[in-house]
């Protein structure tokens, strides 16, 4: 247990120190090239955070355990809006009000990252998530992917600082720490749960789905804490957005998931849109509303316990 132990530490230790070069970087790297801290947040930092899903959920579908694919990419997109970003607004309520240049970057991707939820959610409703699925999903992320790279290059009066080419050396420096420290979490917290008897499928569910959204946790709440609010919400849509195309896409052209409960993709569908008050309301309303959101989400982890079979 205290090997265990040090190994969360080391791992929570790596995140943040990695959160905070990477952030870094990629503000830096957004005031350099002119271009919006939002599109920095979805695509750049976005594809980094959401590594981690993507190679558990891949490995997963190579090996057969494809329960353990689907549900990282759910999990991890609910935990990001009813845990992160609900985390990220009740600290700083007004994130959204720093500019209209990212109030509109914003409002686009979040437009994305619905339609790219509402097409899931209509694919699985077939009851089967194919080879044929995964092609859809890929093809819709390449066209979402386009939209935003052909956003105009705009430049953001925030508290951003270059460090010339060594913003590109902490960016890859801060990726590889978080994806790091992510592992040594998402290890130790599974071995605890076997330790004291959880169930294997609450385990995928719950903290490996957690685990994998951990880079998302510190990188968001790192820059919610340095006022960077654009690049803290257009990580959480642009990690979104590719869970559900990109690493649910590639992992369904290794195989085939049949989608066990219809109550997971309303949950995952009714997450996503409660992202709208969060991003639009009055900072006293999104003050509240992270409260709820927080709330729900403890229920609805509370819940897949209850339900879970007994191991």
Known sequence: MIVIAIILIVGLTLLVKGADLFVGGGSGLALRHSISPALIGSTIIAFGTSLPEL?????????GNTGIALGNVLGSNIANIALILALCTLIRPDMIAASETSRSALTRHTVMMLVATAAFALLAMRGTLDALTGAVL?????IILALMLRESR???DVDIKSHGWADILYIGLGL?????GAQLVVNGAVTLAEA???PAFVIGLSIVAVGTSLPE???SLVAAVRNEGAISIGNILGSNIF???LVLGISLLLAPVTVGSVLDIVAVVLFTVAILPLLFARPGIVRAWSIVLLLGYAAYIAWI???APVV
Do not use: D, P
Not at 56 to 63: C, D, M
Not at 176 to 180: R, S
């Open 243 to 245: 869970n559900l195309l």
């Open 176 to 180: 590889a720490a978080v994806i790091i």
């Open 305 to 307: 316990f209850s339900t």
């Open 154 to 156: 705009e430049g953001e």
């Open 138 to 142: 890929l093809v819709l992320f390449v």
């Open 196 to 198: 004291f008897g959880i």
């Open 55 to 63: 190679v558990v959920s891949t490995n997963a579908a190579a090996t």
């Open 217 to 219: 946790l510190a990188t």
